[in-house]
Nanobody, 116 residues
Framework: EAQLVESGGGLVQAGGSLTLSCVAS????????IGWFRQVAGKEREGVSCLSAIDRDTDYADAVKGRFTISSDSAKNTVYLQMNNLKPEDTATYYCAVTVLGRDYWGQGTQVTVSS
């Protein structure tokens, strides 16, 4: 069964940077698209960025383009989200997710708080 474990969240001042990690297991890492999502309490979860399967093409939400970078390390089965120039509106719980054989798997989330 697929498992995802996020880490790297924390408290940072506006303009600062954080790098989130998502360690994957239980599936062939390079064969599946993996995405980062975020959610603020009381609001819907929103997509932030994703890596396509195989070629690892990237995509970003407009709100984070130019500030966030998604990448992966196949040797470590890990997806990263480098977040620069953070803004208070980036405050959320960040999750990574993958769909394997029609089932969605989510990590437990990591909290990012950006102070103004």
């Amino acid at each position: 069964e697929a498992q995802l474990v996020e880490s790297g969240g924390g408290l940072v001042q506006a303009g600062g940077s954080l790098t989130l990690s998502c360690v994957a297991s239980g599936f062939t890492f390079d064969d599946y698209a993996i995405g980062w999502f975020r959610q603020v309490a009381g609001k819907e979860r929103e997509g932030v960025s994703c890596l396509s399967a195989i070629d690892r093409d990237t995509d970003y939400a407009d709100a984070v383009k130019g500030r966030f970078t998604i990448s992966s390390d196949s040797a470590k089965n890990t997806v990263y989200l480098q977040m620069n120039n953070l803004k208070p509106e980036d405050t959320a719980t960040y999750y990574c997710a993958v769909t394997v054989l029609g089932r969605d798997y989510w990590g437990q989330g990591t909290q990012v708080t950006v102070s103004s």
